[in-house]
């Protein structure tokens, strides 16, 4: 799995930190042969969502989350409606402020691989 199912993301320890690069570079080795690259980038959408929910779950209440989105360049108008909204968390994933805060450059800014590459002509 990607990511636990855990109550508490803040208790999970050190050592699980470098999991999901060991298991994306694993499923690029994967699925990299494909010959359709759609498959390849609808995968790694669901992956980028399934992350940006893990961290709205770790971000816990609503003066976090507005805590986090305004640190991440959100207006604070935007940043408001999405951290009071009590819709659920895949749902709030989705969402376009906590999209657009958590762009796919914050997470190579972490070191998360990409399972699609494309190759030049």
């Not at 609808?42 to 989105?69: C, K, M, V």
Request: glycine share 8%.
């Amino acid at each position: 799995m990607l990511t636990n199912h855990m109550p508490d993301a803040r208790d999970q320890c050190a050592a699980d930190d470098r999991r999901p690069h060991a298991i994306l570079i694993g499923w690029r080795g994967y699925f990299g042969f494909c010959q359709t690259p759609r498959v390849l980038t609808n995968l790694e959408a669901w992956i980028r969502r399934r992350l940006r929910l893990y961290l709205w779950r770790q971000w816990r209440n609503g003066h976090d989350r507005f805590t986090e989105l305004r640190r991440l360049g959100i207006a604070k108008f935007a940043a408001s409606v999405a951290a009071g909204s009590p819709t659920g968390l895949w749902r709030m994933s989705g969402h376009p402020a906590v999209q657009h805060a958590l762009r796919n450059h914050v997470f190579d800014s972490l070191g998360l691989p990409r399972i699609f590459k494309p190759v030049p002509a």
